[in-house]
């Protein structure tokens, strides 16, 4: 291949890059939040793989048939608005494709905004270029590109081929190396973002948390690990327990704000975090008095915060070692049996809140169970049982959730 044709190849690789990477900037600049759709709840309308474009609406702009973004525990989701009741500023809201409304209203406390464009296929591309692979294939091809285009060839004086400097393509050089600095940016502080939060539930540990786990094997589960709640208080009122997956590294801070946005992105001292807190779903009481309860948690690439989940299904053997986990509360401690575990979709029927002791709850356990990839049906759990969920991001583009049953209290 001549130098022409090279020069003419990296231009077009820088084309291409930007190409990919403007619209998701565009967006932002004009003030829209975007979304990348992975269930098939709005088809035909929205499909999956679009990228859909949300703005902030005030409740008075919304109404009946406009099709909404919402928060649902750790994830976000787009479905059409059913009704609206104005007095509770509550949201009832259906996927096109499903037959039935959601389970749960809306408060508007937890929607993003109105969806007002989307673009089939795309959110393909914007989710790979939000993945740390992503970003750095985007710059490998950027910086060849950039390499190529600064060839050319140099016939006049009858020599060989030759590369010299040009500044032909200088403005696409020039945006390139925009990009590149920004990718390389973006992969900085995704590190000491990373960094940054695990030294914050690090110090948590160290300081407020006494884990007592290097004793004989009849030790008991109530004397595995003490919290100190008044100094986490002092912290941030919103801490409301501590869970503790036992015999892992699953020991955090349950944060609650009766809503399912405040600490999807946000730390336990306020700061903002990739990473996010552990937090309990908006519609639950904060003192896990509620038939079932629901914790999300982020699947971070580290494996923190709820990134070891994955191994329930990944290690058979996983399971025996860690079937129990602790919820710490300021009064009293609970200790729950896992019972089941399974990949769901996101906002699915499993997280219906709060139940009470009833056939509905019996019917939802019985779900549960027979979902699971466990063999479930040896797990005696009933609706006077209370039961404790616990949902975090799947690879699989769904989301993973780990149930499990109150067998003890102190």
Known sequence: MNAKALKILGNLLIILVIMVVAPIALL???????FCVISGSMEPTISVGSIVCVREADFSELSTGDVIAFYSGNSVVTHRIVSINNEDKLITTKGDANNTNDFNPVAYTNVVGKVTIHFPIYGYVASAISLLWGKLVAGIILLIGVILSSINEDKASG???KLKKTTKGLPL???GALIITGAVAGLIHIYGDYH????????????????????ATDQKWQDMIDVDFDSLKAINTDVVGWIYVEGTDISYPIMYSGDDESY??????????TAGSIFLEGYNLPDFSDSHNIIYGHNMRNLSMFGTLKYYKSDKDYYEKHKYFQII???KKLRYEIFSYFDTEAGSWVYTVPYSDSKDFEEYIGKLKSSSYLNAADY??????QVVTLSTCSASEKRFTVHGKLVDSQ
């Open 196 to 215: 940054k939060s695990n030294q914050t539930y690090e110090s948590l540990n160290e300081s407020y948390v006494e884990l007592n786990t290097d004793v």
């Open 264 to 273: 999807l992105r946000t730390a336990i001292d306020g700061s903002g975090a």
């Open 28 to 34: 932002r600049l004009m003030g829209y939040q975007s």
């Open 329 to 331: 509360l300021p009064q």
């Open 173 to 175: 050089l020039i945006v």
């Open 380 to 385: 005696d759990v009933h609706s006077s049982d």
């Open 159 to 161: 020599e060989k081929q």
